[in-house]
């Protein structure tokens, strides 16, 4: 079955970077497109970035345009999202997501606080 498992969250103070990872299985990973969306306290889930199986061309929400860089290891089925620059604003959860034959699978999510 498909499974998605999030790690590399913590605590960061502003202005600092971390690199979120996400470990994929169950499906052929290369021929999908991943994302990776992230749901703050109190508000909705919402899109951070993705990225496409076969070329891996990427997009980006424009609140971490320049910040953020997303990319994939198709040969170690795992997707990672640099975020640099972090902000209080970028606290969040934040999921590895595809969807699959007509699905959407997420991961259990990685929590990232950015204080000081």
């Known amino acids: 079955q498909v499974q998605l498992v999030e790690s590399g969250g913590g605590l960061v103070q502003p202005g600092g970077s971390l690199r979120l990872s996400c470990a994929a299985s169950?499906?052929?990973?290369?021929?999908?497109?991943m994302s990776w969306y992230r749901q703050a306290p109190g508000k909705e889930r919402e899109l951070v970035a993705t990225?496409?199986?076969?070329?891996?061309?990427?997009n980006y929400v424009d609140f971490v345009k320049g910040r953020f860089t997303i990319s994939r290891d198709n040969a170690k089925n795992t997707v990672k999202l640099q975020m640099n620059s972090l902000k209080p604003e970028d606290t969040a959860v934040y999921y590895c997501?595809?969807?699959?034959?007509?699905?959407?699978?997420w991961g259990q999510g990685t929590q990232v606080t950015v204080s000081s």
């Open positions: 990225i496409t199986g076969d070329d891996g061309s990427t």
């Open positions: 169950g499906f052929y990973f290369s021929a999908y497109v």
């Open positions: 997501t595809t969807r699959v034959r007509g699905n959407n699978f």
